[in-house]
């Protein structure tokens, strides 16, 4: 009986332990998102969207002109949302790297208790 109460305890204690975790990462993305939405954007500022751009690899640009080499709407289409795909997807990267504290900064050190 003993052996079943503790394997429920550790169970329980492995659930929680899941659970807080799973809310921890969410609370991260929601405030990832909420940085990107005011810092960068939709509506994209302009000066992001050259940064952006700028740091583009080249798959990503060819994709992009093949997408609008269709002269159709739904090449153009295409295009929109693989390049808007794109600026999200960097905004995000960047707002990742400005949240993650450096190594060898301040804010990296663990405090000392």
């Not at 052996?3 to 799973?22: D, V």
Request: net charge negative; glycine share 8%.
């Amino acid at each position: 009986m003993k052996a079943n109460a503790s394997t429920a305890c550790w169970a329980h204690t492995a659930a929680s332990s899941h659970a807080s975790s799973e809310g921890h990462e969410q609370y991260l993305a929601e405030y990832l998102d909420a940085y990107v939405l005011e810092n960068y954007g939709p509506p994209w500022v302009a000066e992001f969207i050259q940064e952006a751009l700028h740091d583009m690899p080249y798959r990503v640009a060819q994709q992009i002109a093949i997408d609008g080499e269709k002269q159709c709407p739904k090449g153009l289409e295409s295009m929109g949302i693989t390049l808007d795909a794109w600026i999200g997807g960097y905004a995000r990267m960047r707002a990742t790297q400005v949240l993650t504290p450096r190594p060898g900064s301040l804010a990296s050190r663990k405090p000392c208790f």
